[in-house]
């Protein structure tokens, strides 16, 4: 099972890296297993360059657990950890830093709009996490709050992280991120946008209500709001 685990983060490693989300060795990916230790990528790694080998296996305390291996565990692994403890249904976290949504994350503010259904549904309201030196308490601390509401948090002057139930939708969590925050960025160049009525918003709502899509999302419209968990 953990072969297969290891699988599927090495195809992501190399999409991700191919669609330029994780630049020289950024990012960092890790999985909850079953007996709640994880699986995690391993630092100074490319993400086109993973093997099963620099996919370790730690515990919650972020130890390494078997011995093999002349690779540690990725130096944001702390981030990772915090977001298991603070969300006990995800068993998925990336971090990556796509261009787009790391320009909108050194903006510094949340991105409250609604243009695209497909943002809206699957993510809502994209906070930001308050700037933490990587690797650093801070860091770790900083995504607690927003993750509370979203699964899909920018990290100020930085690059972003997404949870998700499982490593498929973490993947379409990430991409759907990095594709809106493209079109904001080109839709901010044209100057102009077209914002999805409120009566389109309350139709997705509904969609997100009779799909039971997992996962938290905050949905903001109008001066109405509704937080999905
Ligand atoms: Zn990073």
Same mark, same amino acid.
């Given at each position: 099972m953990n072969d297969i685990i290891k699988e599927e983060l090495i195809r992501i490693g190399n999409e991700l890296w191919m669609q330029g989300?994780?630049?020289?060795n950024a990012g960092n990916f890790s999985v909850k297993l079953a007996d709640n230790t994880l699986l995690c990528t391993a630092t100074g790694v490319s993400k086109n360059q993973l093997t099963k080998k620099s996919i370790i296996r730690i515990d919650l305390q972020g130890n390494? /657990? @078997?011995? &093999? &291996?002349d690779f540690s565990p990725s130096s944001e692994i702390k981030m990772h950890i915090e977001a298991y403890k603070c969300r006990p249904d995800i068993r998925v976290v990336l971090h990556a830093h796509p261009i787009y949504a790391t320009t909108f994350a050194s903006i510094g503010? @949340? $991105? &409250? @709009? &609604? /243009? $695209?259904p497909e943002a809206t549904l699957q993510l809502g309201s994209i906070p930001v996490a308050k700037y933490g030196t990587p690797s650093t308490n801070d860091l770790s601390k900083s995504i607690i709050k927003p993750l509370q509401t979203s699964d899909a948090v920018l990290l100020e002057n930085h690059g972003v992280i997404v949870v998700a139930e499982n490593l498929k939708m973490a993947q379409f969590k990430i991409e759907i991120l990095e594709h809106y925050c493209h079109v904001l960025y080109n839709l901010n160049n044209l100057n102009q946008s077209k914002r999805l009525t409120d009566s389109q918003v309350l139709q997705l709502i509904e969609l997100r209500k009779s799909n039971k899509l997992p996962g938290r999302a905050l949905i903001k419209y109008s001066n109405e709001e509704i937080q999905f968990k």
């Open positions: 989300f994780t630049p020289a390494p /657990i @078997d011995e &093999n &291996n503010k @949340d $991105l &409250n @709009d &609604n /243009i $695209l």
